[in-house]
């Protein structure tokens, strides 16, 4: 299946990405268009929208980012991935930071591989086992609890 999103990935259009590969749909495609454009791509690839500033039914709703409403969507229960959400939730909406203590430090990640790479493709390549790692430690976090 395809997906499409806005260009230049951040928090929440890198986790969106991992999630779903990991997740949902292995051998997705994702496509990155213009944040005015997303829409219209969508429908002309038959592609899903997610991340698209509130116009995809996967996106930022209720309080939720979009990996928050990936994980409602596809009714994934997993309590690592929702442990997980509260990370990304946090380090995506800026007057949450606070909320998780790791949310820093997975925003200036986000915002230093934007810097070193321009390539939407190549960040989510580079980017995915910060997920993997992320992933870990909540699995960990959750077991020692």
Do not use: N
């Amino acid at each position: 299946m395809k997906w499409v999103t806005r260009e230049h990935v951040h928090v929440d259009r890198v986790a969106c990405p991992w999630l779903i590969k990991k997740f949902i749909d292995p051998a997705a495609e994702f496509i990155f268009a213009p944040a005015d454009t997303v829409m219209d791509v969508a429908r002309r690839e038959g592609a899903i929208p997610f991340d698209a500033r509130g116009q995809a039914e996967l996106d930022h709703h209720e309080g939720r980012c979009s990996f928050e409403s990936i994980i409602k969507k596809y009714g994934l229960t997993d309590p690592v991935l929702h442990e997980l959400a509260k990370i990304v939730h946090a380090a995506d909406v800026a007057q949450d930071r606070g909320m998780a203590p790791e949310a820093a430090g997975l925003e200036a990640i986000a915002r230093g591989f934007g810097l070193i790479f321009s390539d939407d493709c190549e960040i989510l390549d580079k980017q995915f086992p910060v997920y993997d790692a992320l992933y870990a430690y909540c699995r960990a976090r959750i077991s020692q609890d």
